[in-house]
């Protein structure tokens, strides 16, 4: 069974930066689109960004204005997402997702995801 391991979440202080890492399998890693999404405390879960199979073309929602990065490292079979000059309204529980490609990711029509992990912005 394909797993999807995510960590890294935590309290942070607005401005703060975290990493958040989803760690999977080799065949995973090469097969599925993998990427992240979001969801907020009374909110719908929310597309965050996406990597191609076997780390290919990123895509962002656009709320991400540049202030998050997203990659893959093929030799651990991990892809990352770097959220810089955090704000409150970050505040969420992340799931790393895998799809069959990176449309179907975007669209969430998801193959299987992580456990998720919190993110929690505040003073």
């Known amino acids: 069974q394909e797993q999807l391991v995510e960590s890294g979440g935590g309290l942070v202080q607005p401005g703060g930066s975290l990493k958040l890492s989803c760690a999977t399998s080799r065949r995973s890693y090469k097969t599925y689109a993998l990427g992240w999404f979001r969801q907020a405390p009374g909110k719908e879960r929310e597309f965050v960004a996406t990597?191609?199979?076997?780390?290919?073309?990123?895509h962002s929602a656009d709320f991400v204005k540049g202030r998050f990065t997203f990659s893959g490292d093929g030799g651990k079979n991990t892809i990352y997402l770097r959220m810089n000059v955090l704000e409150p309204d970050a505040t969420a529980v992340y799931y790393c997702?895998?799809?069959?490609?990176?449309?179907?990711?975007?669209?969430?029509?998801?193959?299987?995801w992580g456990q998720g992990t919190r993110v929690t912005v505040s003073s």
């Open positions: 990597i191609g199979s076997a780390g290919g073309t990123t």
């Open positions: 997702a895998a799809a069959l490609s990176a449309r179907q990711l975007r669209a969430g029509e998801i193959t299987y």
